[in-house]
């Protein structure tokens, strides 16, 4: 394997403007990508991705905005990756929202608010992408599909069980895929990291810190660099023959 073993491979790769994405899209366009960045809000954020990109290889990732909750934007994000870029060859499905909305919530409206919004983003869009971009991977005969997942989809949540819902349904989502596609020479798997040191965490990290990694046998928290780099492994050629696999990225904090 060459250090550039997606040379020429389009990848998009969303909520990539902080965070794991940002991380995600760094080490895939370090990997020989042509990077699509998704972000929804962050234009900022996007725009330092794309810096730190163009300094590291030389070449500018393409910018796309698009808020994942609407199926109108997800079909334009699609076109104009296409149209950009290329047809996807890498997806990885990174974009997602936490909100606590837990069963003792008294309006019930609220709560479904939550729940379809919730669904909507870290489910529906990733089933619908991947609609979208299959028909070029069948006729490619190829596409590697990976959906960030989490920890949470083994463990179940008792405050966000909208999350941990969604995030079981991209684990099941992969592996459904895996046995529909893997005729076409198309993959799908599935990362499931406990806490990442991110933005998304900083809070519970600053308030209960040491509690955390306490239950991490490593000693430590997961970096984004280290889902970006499990990431490469199921999009590159050491991971070809992975497929339908829900990777446990957690320290051995959660074992099952």
């Known amino acids: ?7 020429g491979r389009v990848a998009l790769v969303t909520g990539a403007s902080r965070g794991i994405g940002a991380r995600i899209a760094v080490r895939l366009a370090e990997a020989g990508a042509r ?28 910018l796309v905005q698009a808020e994942l909750a609407d199926e109108a934007a997800r079909r334009r994000l699609h076109r104009e ?19 606590r909305n837990p069963f ?10 939550r729940w379809r919004r919730t669904q909507s983003v870290n489910l529906e869009a990733a089933a619908h992408l991947t609609l979208l971009a299959l028909p070029a991977m069948r006729r490619a005969g190829f596409g590697r599909i990976v959906m960030i997942s989490s920890r949470a989809a083994f463990r179940g949540e008792t405050d ?22 893997g005729r076409h020479g198309i993959t799908a798997n599935s ?40 990431v490469l492994f199921f999009a590159g ?18 074992l099952h």
Request: with cysteine; charged share 20%; hydrophobic share 45%.
């Open 160 to 181: 966000c069980a909208d999350y941990a819902v969604s995030k079981a349904g991209m684990v099941n989502l992969a592996r459904c895929l895996a046995r529909a596609e």
């Open 81 to 99: 990756v296409t149209g950009g870029l290329a047809d996807p060859a890498v997806l990885v499905h990174n974009a997602a929202i936490f909100e």
């Open 104 to 113: 003792d919530e008294p309006d019930d409206a609220l709560f479904l608010e």
């Open 191 to 230: 990362i499931c990291p406990g806490w990442v040191a991110t933005e998304m965490a900083e809070a519970d990290l600053a308030e209960r810190g040491p509690q955390i990694v306490a239950e991490v046998p490593l000693g430590r928290v997961a970096t984004p660099e280290d889902v970006a780099n499990a």
């Open 35 to 62: 990077v699509a960045v998704h972000y929804g809000r962050s234009r900022g954020g996007a725009e330092e991705v794309a810096r730190e990109i163009r300094a590291s290889t030389g070449h500018a990732p393409l």
């Open 1 to 7: 394997m060459t250090g550039r073993p997606l040379d």
């Open 237 to 254: 050629p050491m991971g070809s023959y992975c497929n339908g696999t829900a990777l446990p990225l957690n320290g051995g904090s959660f």
